[in-house]
């Protein structure tokens, strides 16, 4: 996050979008271009009084809606264990959990993690994907209709 221009408005395939509920910034979710076929949803996140209103889904099919017209094939994802609602959400959207990693991606052939590595990199990534050739979306916000999504330049 430390450069947010260089790496989601000016990057080629890639963006940024900020919900905002009365001029509030409650939420907010960047695509960032993988390859020519796929595009990686990151750093989704919603401001924790205006979760379960549909702050979420509606980031996320913003995202899936950047995806179609890039004409992306897929979008992929990877969210930790200790976000239950993430999870469920990320279903809701249609996404669809394809692994699960440990945090840190140790070189078989190597020695294998060190102690520090193992210590403080155990956390389980779940790595999810949707096709988006496949997905008719329609979803229905809960009532938020106010939340906006704009996109930033």
């Not at 009084?49 to 995202?63: D, I």
């Not at 999810?128 to 939340?147: P, R, T």
Request: charged share 20%; hydrophobic share 40%.
């Amino acid at each position: 996050m430390a450069n947010i221009e260089h790496f989601y408005m000016r990057a080629p395939g890639s963006c940024l979008w900020v919900a905002l509920l009365d001029g509030v910034v409650v939420g907010l979710v960047a695509a960032m271009k993988r390859s020519l076929e796929v595009v990686e949803l990151k750093r989704m996140s919603v401001d924790r009084r205006y979760r379960c209103c549909g702050v979420g889904m509606a980031l996320g099919q913003k995202v899936l809606e950047f995806a179609s017209s890039q004409k992306y094939s897929k979008v992929i994802l990877g969210t930790t264990n200790y976000t239950p609602a993430a999870h469920n959400l990320y279903r809701r959207l249609g996404f669809h959990c394809v692994g699960v990693t440990n945090g840190y991606h140790a070189d078989s052939t190597g020695p294998g993690p060190s102690f520090l590595e193992w210590l403080f990199y155990r956390v389980c990534h779940h790595h999810y994907e949707l096709k988006v050739q496949q997905k008719h979306i329609d979803f229905h916000y809960n009532g938020c209709s106010q939340i906006l999504q704009s996109r930033i330049y």
